[in-house]
Structures are given as C-alpha cells and as structure tokens.
C-alpha cells in the first residue's frame, strides 16, 4: 500500500511534465510553421548572396516563392495567436 505522506514527485515537477506532455496547442501547426520559416529564410539567404549571379527567370521564381511563404508565415501566425 502507498503512503500518503511520501510523494514520488514534487508538484512542479509534476505541473512542467503535464505542460510540457500535454500542450494547449498543436505541436504540427509549429512545425509547419517553421518549415515555412526556414523556406523564407533560405530563399532570402540565395537572393542575397547568389542574386548577381542568378538570371531574371530564377531570381523571379524566388521572388514568387518569397512572398508565398510570407503569405502562409501570417496565415499560420495569426491562427496561432486566436
């Protein structure tokens, strides 16, 4: 039999292991989301460092898919902060 006065865990162990097991909102959404983060990143990154030495047709294509991921960064942002 358990006794009552001996605890195997203290209760802010216990409150940051239920935080962290069972989060108020879905894990997926961030990690879309920062996929969309490191997409925008990475097509910026190329944009100034490879740009000069890019043609127009490349550099265009990045520019479209640029403002797509910053179109879809601020769709997820402002579900999340609902």
């Known amino acids: 039999m358990i006794?009552?006065?001996s605890k195997y865990m203290t209760m802010g162990l216990a409150n940051t292991t239920l935080?962290?097991?069972n989060p108020s909102r879905?894990?997926?959404v961030d990690m879309i989301m920062v996929q969309f983060i490191a997409s925008?990143?990475?097509m910026l990154?190329?944009?100034v460092f490879k740009g000069d030495e890019m043609g127009s047709q490349t550099a265009s294509y990045l520019l479209i898919g640029l403002f797509?991921?910053?179109l879809m960064i601020?769709?997820?942002f402002s579900r999340i902060n609902k």
Request: no cysteine; glycine share 4%; aromatic share 4%.
């Open 40 to 42: 925008f990143i990475t």
């Open 45 to 47: 990154m190329l944009l």
């Open 26 to 28: 879905s894990v997926i």
């Open 3 to 5: 006794d009552k006065e």
């Open 19 to 21: 935080d962290v097991l």
């Open 68 to 70: 797509a991921s910053l």
């Open 74 to 76: 601020t769709g997820i």
